[in-house]
């Protein structure tokens, strides 16, 4: 996997998602109601106004994972909770590029997958 096209499809895929946002919530409290009919306005407040930045972070995640499962390795990019929120914000709020997503990327599955220089 040395290659490094999983991290750049990765990063330049998140980058576009959350320059162009194209999700929106229309109905919040519907949307992440659990299956008790119990939402938090919390959790409905935190998941709407970040939904383009959470769905970019996981499609990249997919993307890497995809690029593993062609390439037939045993490998699989699992970012925890907490990477997760701060990217999220970092997306948010923070000036990113394409470049630095891809870099991200590609050190996280490089990381992970024991790849460390």
């Known amino acids: ?3 490094g096209l999983g991290g750049k499809i990765a990063g330049y895929l998140s980058y576009w998602i ?3 946002k194209p999700f929106r919530v229309k109905n919040k409290v519907a949307a992440y109601t659990n299956n008790s009919g ?3 306005p919390t959790d409905i407040a935190k998941k709407s106004f970040f939904i ?6 996981h499609l990249g995640q997919s993307r890497i994972n ?4 062609i390439a037939s390795t ?3 990019l699992s970012l925890s909770e907490e ?3 701060t990217l999220t914000y970092t997306l948010k709020y923070r000036p990113t590029s394409g470049d630095m997503l891809m870099a991200m990327f590609q050190m996280a599955d ?4 024991k790849r460390c220089i």
């Open 66 to 69: 995809a690029h593993h499962k």
């Open 83 to 85: 990477t997760i929120d």
């Open 110 to 113: 490089d990381a992970y997958s």
């Open 1 to 3: 996997m040395g290659d």
């Open 18 to 20: 959350c320059k162009l």
């Open 52 to 57: 383009n930045e959470l769905f970019s972070v």
């Open 38 to 40: 119990y939402a938090s």
């Open 74 to 76: 045993d490998k699989k």
